[in-house]
Structure formats: C-alpha cells, structure tokens
C-alpha cells in the first residue's frame, strides 16, 4: 500500500495516555507492569498485554460495527481477526465488526468500497484478503459469502506472459497492469485459509481456486540471488519501496529486499508447499538469519514496523523452521518478539508507529498487528 495521510487523524491518539471508558462502560486497562530487565517474558504478562490490547480496541469501535475508515473494510476486518486470536472472538464487538464488513461485499464477491478515479480503486484485492481471512477465522459468516470472495480472488490473478503474471495487483478492475508481493501474499494466504470452505459449494458450481505454480513464479521472482541480498525478497520488479542497489562489476540496477517483503515471501512460498530442502526457502531463511532485528524492519528502519511484526509471526509459524543465528543457536522468535512488543505497549493498550508510511500512525492498525502476533507468540501457537 501506498503512502497516505487517511490516517492524519489518528495519529493524535499515538500519544494519547488516557483513555475513555469503552462503549459498555468497561473502564480503560491498567497500567502495564514493567518487563523484567533481562528482557524476559514473565509468566501472565503476554496475556496482560492482550487484554489491555482488545480493552484498547473496543473503545475505538464506531456505532456501525467499524474501525479507523469505513472505506477500507480490512481495517476493521483486521480489529476483528485480533479479537478472533485473543479469545475476544464471541464479544459484541467482534460480532458488530463482522456485520459491517459481511456488508460490504460487492456483487462481484469482494470486500471493498469503490473510490472511482482512485488508482487501485477501492483496493479490492487487499481488502478481500483480509476480510475473508478474518472473517473465515471468526467463523461469523456464511459460506456463501467465503465462496463468492473466494471466486473474487480467484478472478484476480493475472495471467499472460510478462513478469506480472501469477501476481496479484491492487484491485480486479485495475486499469494498468499492475503487480506486487504484499497483494500476492495476501491473497495466497487468504486462499489457503479458506480452501476448506469449497466443502459447502453447491454441487455443479465450479471450485475456485488459483494457479499456483503461477503465483510461486510470479514469487520467486522477486527474490534476490547476489550480494548481502541474497535470498530476500523485493516488493515488486519496479516499484522501489526499499530503494535500489546497484552491482559493482555489472552497474546493474536492482531493488533492494527488505525485511517485511523477505517474510512475505516466505510465507508464499510455505502456501506453494515448497519443501524446507528447497534452495529458494533455504537461502530466505539465510537472508532472516542474516538480518535478524525486532528494532526495525530490515532495509526500512521503522516505515512498517508492526506489519513486520505481524508478517515474521505468520512465517515463522507457518514455516515451522528454526531460525538458526549467526552463532549456530537457534533464535528464539517468539519469546523475543514477545518481550519486544511487550516493552512497546502504551500506557493506554494500545501500539502505534511514530512513523506514518503505510498507515502506521493510526493505533487501531498497529494494535491489530500487535496482538495477531501476540497470539503466534505463545508456545504451539499456529498460523
């Protein structure tokens, strides 16, 4: 997603150490306790922070069941797969939260809002991405409505024979070709989640789902193979979000991987079913290892920040493969992770990125980030 200034608003509330009582008059969370100085999780203190994180959450619901902007139903779709994971699933306001964006399905299947004139519209791809995951997940949706987002996306990937093909752009009805990894991840993972709603398909319609040997070309792509880069992952093949890099011998230009994008990728590669033994996964899992950080997103200093966050959990989890450090040990993500978020949380529950690229001035979105990686940081937690 593209730099904005929707979120001017919000960014007031990163600063914020009080909170109003939320809608059912529950009073705002305690203060949290300090970490330990060693950087060591105590026992009930992840769980603490989950609450205060959802407690935070609730207060910022408007009257209609949404979050943050009602044009971009994934942010409140991603609010409602937070409460999903921190056991919050059966409140009122996750239920409200999954009626507003149960309305805002297009007769197309999506999840999104028109903005005509908008380059990428209404962002239908991401926001059906998200909205199906979560939803799927909360379990407060029919089928028919997973089934029709399913054929939506489905509809979205791009074919012929360019270097976009198998990738997923902004939105269906683009009026460019367009494509890049975060769409393509989302929708990967999207369609994976929800693969076992085709159960519930009439019988004569046809499945959708998508090509993906496509998709795991059109990912594969996208990854370094010289230099320190080597294994991580670029956004897209011209859109420099992490800058460029240019070969010393050769003079040739390339865009640089960074760390959120490296993770992406792995995660599309774990939806493709590539093995553990696969060069490819191989050498990501060296670039993560290589530029293991919780104080920034690698390449991206802190533009982006607690979607690495959210992005590294879902990986990790899904890839089930140690990450081993530069001494030989293994890296233990989730206990660093959580202490690091921990040590983050605002006197008022909630996260927020003092850096405003990609929305993360608005605390709404950070502290859904937040606790979706909170609940992958518990032992066994899978994605």
């Keep these: 997603m593209n730099k904005t200034t929707m979120f001017s608003a919000s960014a007031a509330l990163c600063a914020a150490m009080l909170l109003p009582a939320a809608a059912d008059g529950t009073p705002p969370p305690a203060s949290p306790p300090s970490p330990p100085a060693s950087g060591a999780v105590a026992p009930g203190l992840v769980d603490a922070a989950i609450e205060r994180g959802v407690a935070f959450l609730k207060t910022q619901q408007a009257l209609d069941g949404s979050f943050s902007d009602s044009h971009m139903p994934a942010l409140t779709a991603l609010p409602l797969w937070a409460f999903v994971r921190s056991g919050a699933g059966d409140s009122p306001a996750a239920t409200n939260a999954a009626n507003f964006v149960l309305g805002t399905q297009r007769e197309d299947g999506g999840f999104y809002v028109p903005r005509p004139g908008r380059g990428g519209s209404g962002l239908g791809n991401y926001n059906t991405g998200v909205c199906m995951s979560a939803l799927h997940e909360s379990g407060l949706a029919p089928a028919s409505a997973i089934l029709k987002a ?196 605002k006197a008022d529950g909630s996260w927020c990125n003092d850096n405003n690229r990609f929305w993360e001035n608005d605390p709404v979105l950070c502290t859904s980030y937040a606790l979706l990686a909170l609940s992958l940081c518990k032992p066994g937690a899978t994605h």
């Design 150 to 345: 399913r054929d939506y996306v489905a509809g979205s990937q791009l074919t012929g024979d360019d270097t976009l093909s198998g990738g997923f752009g902004y939105d269906r009805a683009m009026r460019r070709r367009y494509a890049d990894l975060n769409n393509t991840v989302y929708a990967m993972d999207a369609m994976r989640r929800t693969q076992s709603a085709e159960e519930f398909r009439p019988a004569g319609e046809k499945r959708a789902d998508l090509d993906w040997s496509r998709a795991l070309a059109y990912v594969s792509s996208l990854q370094s193979r010289e230099g320190s880069a080597a294994g991580g992952f670029a956004y897209n093949d011209r859109t420099p979000q992490g800058g460029t890099s240019t070969n010393a011998a050769s003079g040739k230009v390339t865009l640089r991987a960074y760390g959120s994008m490296t993770y992406a990728g792995v995660l599309a590669m774990v939806h493709c079913e590539l093995p553990k033994s696969d060069p490819r996964v191989k050498s990501a899992f060296e670039y993560c290892a290589a530029h293991w950080s919780l104080d920034e997103n690698p390449g991206m200093g802190r533009q982006g920040l607690f979607f690495y966050y959210d992005i590294l959990s879902r990986a990790l989890a899904a890839a089930g493969t140690p990450l081993t450090a530069a001494d030989g040990g293994t890296v233990d993500w989730r206990g660093q992770l959580a202490a690091k978020l921990v040590a983050l949380q």
